[in-house]
């Protein structure tokens, strides 16, 4: 590949720029109570938050396939940062975002085609799997670090918020992301270190394991264990219940709330 080639595959699209001054132009409006309705400005930053979230998550995959050995990640337009180059705009983008519209669950749903026969060592494989959740953890980080930094002292209980339950979404993705289940990454980071038998046995359930796990969350036991595990982690980054539910209320800011998991969001 030519040098122009690869800064082509590397340039960052420009829609995912438009998501990012997206988000940072409604952050403005949240901060400002700059628009008719606060909570559709809530709306549009944690939209454009999450879809940022995920392309960074797919970008994690990729970069670090990059230099584990699969040289064709750039010709894919994986490294652009273009939401619409992972995989399919409707499973891995649309899918995701109606969960979140629905009741607040980051459900991981992109993803990037790497091709593994490049790639040697079973490190390499697990750090590929890895990087995506591990993406989430640091965003999660990023979102919260005003409130234990304590920058938020006097702002905006809207601005707190939004950035609560945008985090809440990182760590809801991160936590079911990284759980050992075929399909999802923590599998993956696992997988190569297992026997060809069980890689086998498992290899037919991995299409079907995002949905069993999230079958599994319409156990109100299940539930509420999950969202307690949540809660606690976003506690200890000194976010509060009442921000993560508050940022909810103002996200759903449609007069009629839809029927399903936002009906047993747990946040009180």
Known sequence: MTAPAARRDQRVSPVFLALVAIMGVSAWAVWKDAVASTGFAV????????????????????????????????????LTLNPLRYTHPLLSIGLPLLFVVMGGIGLPGGAVFIERHRIQGRWKHSLISAAGPLTNVLFAVVLTAPFWLGWLDGAPLE????????????????????LPVPGLDGYGVIEPWLSSGVRRQAEPFAPFGLLAVFGLLWIPEVNVVFFDAVDAMLRALDVSEYETWYGLESFRFWPEQPSGP???????
Do not use: M
């Open 159 to 178: 601005f707190r918020a939004a950035l609560a339950f945008l985090a809440l979404l990182q760590v809801t993705a991160a936590l079911l992301n990284s």
């Open 262 to 268: 936002a009906d047993w969001f747990p946040v009180h």
């Open 43 to 78: 709306f549009l930053f944690v939209v454009s938050g999450w879809i940022v979230s995920l392309c960074l998550h797919e970008y994690a995959h990729a970069r670090v396939a990059l230099h584990s050995g699969d040289l064709t990640i750039g010709a894919k337009g994986y």
